[in-house]
């Protein structure tokens, strides 16, 4: 069943995608899916939503990131304490459906917030996976967000307050890392790892090819893009990072599955590295972008394949 979807951007909801996928079939799970913090409109993830929410703030104004109004941490309404449950039932909905796809023993790795990524962990747990580790990707900058308490009590006029509480400040420390969620799905129960891994070939890693200056790896990853590298979508991950994360856990001709493509990283990825892969993505746009981006990366670094011209001809044609 997966031909259809094979080396791929499918146009669409993963949720009515999934079930079609053969099962036992996915070798490693690797996807930067949303958030659920209300980053833009496909970001937005729960039912309380009122005028204000994207918009924009005095603050906000002339700044280069944030640009959209988000939540108060303390929310504007007391319904908005549900929002966290509702972003984990959204990712249980999806979670359920990876799971009959995975092999006995392979890795999930899910991109996820500071703030919200215990609820993908509550998610995939509830949904049959284990949580191996936690990885730290640590970003090479971040932007500052924490506006000045002195000028907000400018603006009304309390220049005595403004004075007594000059250096400090209102929001966040500078996000330097995002987490990443490392799953697993079980083995047989009586059997051992080694046995899974003669069995499916998924489990380990591979260590010697993901060294550092000869130094074993660990799970604060530093990666940055690329200075010639195409930026299409806010979210946008290294193709270095996800290129190590395929190294380190899967096998040439390997299947890797991404439900949340978005600027088409993870196929890059995996096609520069003799992966399959199989992808959705519900949004237009992006869904466009990603096979332009594919495209253009694949002829300039890896030679012209049969796979691209067959994808742009069905998004064409």
């Given at each position: 069943m997966n031909e259809k979807f094979?080396?791929?951007?499918?146009?669409?909801?993963?949720?009515?995608?999934?079930?079609?996928?053969?099962?036992?079939?996915?070798?490693?799970?690797?996807?930067d899916i949303p958030y659920g913090i209300s980053l833009d409109d496909w970001d937005v993830l729960h039912s309380n939503t009122n005028s204000a929410l994207l918009g924009s703030s005095p603050a906000q104004e002339g700044k280069s990131g944030f640009k959209r109004r988000g939540k108060p941490i303390n929310g504007w309404a007391q319904s908005d304490r549900n929002i966290g449950l509702e972003y984990q039932e959204w990712c249980k909905d999806w979670a359920v459906k990876v799971y009959p796809k995975m092999k006995n023993g392979s890795f999930l790795f899910v991109f996820g917030a500071r703030?919200?990524?215990?609820?993908?962990?509550?998610?995939?747990?509830?949904?049959?996976?284990?949580?191996?580790?936690?990885?730290?990707?640590?970003?090479?900058?971040?932007?500052?967000?924490?506006?000045?308490?002195?000028?907000?009590?400018?603006?009304?006029?309390?220049?005595?307050?403004?004075?007594?509480?000059?250096?400090?400040?209102?929001g966040n420390l500078a996000p330097i890392w995002e987490p990443i969620a490392w799953f697993m799905k079980p083995y047989t129960i009586g059997g051992t790892i080694t046995d899974n891994i003669l069995e499916n070939?998924?489990?380990?890693?591979?260590?010697?090819?993901?060294?550092?200056?000869?130094s074993c790896p660990t799970n604060m990853l530093e990666f940055g893009f690329d200075k010639n590298e195409t930026r299409i979508h806010e979210a946008q991950k290294p193709l270095a990072l996800i290129e190590y994360l395929i190294k380190l856990t899967t096998q040439e001709n390997h299947l890797v599955l991404d439900p949340f493509m978005g600027s088409g990283t993870t196929a890059v990825a995996a096609k520069k590295m003799n992966r399959n892969f199989i992808g959705f993505e519900a949004n237009p746009e992006f869904h466009s972008k990603s096979l332009e981006r594919i495209s253009e990366l694949t002829l300039n670094n890896i030679g012209e394949l049969p796979w691209v011209q067959q994808t742009l001809f069905e998004k064409n044609g």
């Open positions: 094979l080396n791929k951007i499918t146009q669409g909801d993963c949720l009515g995608y999934i079930p079609e996928l053969t099962n036992s079939s996915i070798d490693l799970f690797l996807s703030r919200t990524i215990h609820r993908v962990i509550n998610a995939f747990e509830e949904s049959g996976f284990l949580l191996k580790d936690t990885l730290a990707w640590k970003k090479p900058s971040a932007h500052h967000r924490a506006q000045r308490v002195s000028i907000v009590f400018e603006r009304r006029g309390l220049i005595e307050d403004a004075k007594k509480w000059e250096g400090w400040r209102l070939e998924v489990g380990a890693m591979n260590i010697d090819a993901c060294k550092f200056n000869g």
